[in-house]
């Protein structure tokens, strides 16, 4: 059992930046892989952004060259740096445990980008 706890989101201006963490409970951290959701008003659950258990990295193109996960398997935290927001970046980001055929979800956070 994982469980997941998401913290960071906001209000913020276009171009600014916000960072989420996400820190997870479970022996099993080190050994899955993380990944950053997010899912708009009216829109599908979309990947922004996953890191293996190994540190490979992947993001989604539109968040490319703004947007960095990272994790700390000291810390069983993973967290997403998102630089340069844009109002189409306003979401519920949601933190996603994957290991085997097993997915664990955080309760999500708000992100909201407006002046």
């Known amino acids: 059992q994982v469980q997941l706890v998401e913290s960071g989101g906001g209000l913020v201006q276009p171009g600014g930046s916000l960072r989420l963490s996400c820190a997870a409970s479970?022996?099993?951290?080190?050994?899955?892989?993380m990944g950053w959701y997010r899912q708009a008003p009216g829109k599908e659950r979309e990947l922004v952004a996953s890191i293996t258990s190994g540190g490979s990295t992947n993001y989604a193109d539109s968040v490319k060259g703004r947007f960095t996960i990272s994790r700390d398997n000291a810390k069983n935290t993973v967290s997403l740096q998102m630089n340069s927001l844009k109002p189409e970046d306003t979401a519920v980001y949601y933190c996603?445990?994957?290991?085997?055929?097993?997915?664990?979800w955080g309760q999500g956070t708000q992100v909201t980008v407006s002046s």
């Open positions: 996603n445990y994957h290991f085997r055929s097993w997915d664990y």
């Open positions: 479970g022996s099993m951290f080190s050994v899955g892989a």
